[in-house]
């Protein structure tokens, strides 16, 4: 069974740094990886999504890769503003589910 | 653009009772996932849906079903509530462009069991 774990569990940093989110699977047969945001008591917002075939994707301030290979990988958030500040999940899709990861909170301190 | 939809969006009911949540995918998507995420955890996959029909199954209690009627709205059917059942369930439509599948989730129903 797949198993995404995601490193750290909870992050601060004060605004204007540039941060690293880790997401690892167990499983390296995956047809894709996704990044989601989650607001307290909200739903999931798509950030970013990046394909078994393809190494990174980038939106505006956020740029995704993916190492299949290793089972890893990153979120880099530049320049962290305080409207950051949520719950990052990765998820992957292996066969018909969707397996999430833990989650990394992130406070961003103005 | 129209997002996925989830009704009701809160709930309260007691034990042993039965609670129905509906989800309405984005027009045009085909498939339907289902999603419970108890407080402080990651979501859990519950059930799926292709074209009506069953995909694939994660744990969801047999006290559970669900389905996907023609025009591919999905309703989560709950019986004999239970505490551990209170949670936010979730239902995202994924569609597939360019051999991409992206999940589009809806807002959630908070479920509390009393």
């Not at chain 1, 607001?39 to 890769?65: C, F, M, V, W, Y």
Request: aromatic share 10%.
């Amino acid at each position: 069974k797949q198993e995404v774990t995601q490193i750290p569990a909870a992050l601060s940093v004060p605004e204007g740094e540039n941060l690293v989110l880790n997401c690892s699977f167990t499983d390296s047969a995956i047809y894709n990886l996704q990044w989601f945001r989650q607001d307290p008591g909200k739903g999931l917002t798509s950030l970013l999504l990046i394909q078994s075939s393809q190494r990174e994707q980038t939106s505006g301030r956020l740029n995704a890769s993916l190492d299949k290979s290793s089972g890893r990988s990153t979120l880099y958030i530049a320049a962290s503003q305080p409207g950051d500040s949520a719950t990052y999940l990765c998820a992957v899709k292996g066969g018909n589910q969707f397996y999430f990861g833990t989650g990394t909170s992130l406070t961003v301190i103005p | 653009a129209a997002g996925v939809i989830q009704s009701p969006r809160h709930l309260i009911k007691e034990k042993r009772e039965t609670a129905t949540l509906k989800c309405y995918p984005i027009p045009r998507h085909d498939t339907v996932y289902w999603y419970q995420q108890g407080p402080g955890q990651d979501p859990q996959f519950l059930i799926s849906f292709y074209e009506k029909m069953q995909s694939d199954k994660g744990s969801i209690p047999d006290r559970f079903s669900a389905q996907q009627f023609s025009d591919y709205h999905s309703e989560l059917n709950m019986s004999s509530l239970e505490l551990g059942d209170s949670a936010l369930y979730f239902c995202a439509s994924t569609e597939l462009a360019g051999g991409q599948e992206t999940q589009y989730f809806g807002p959630g129903t908070r479920l509390l069991v009393l």
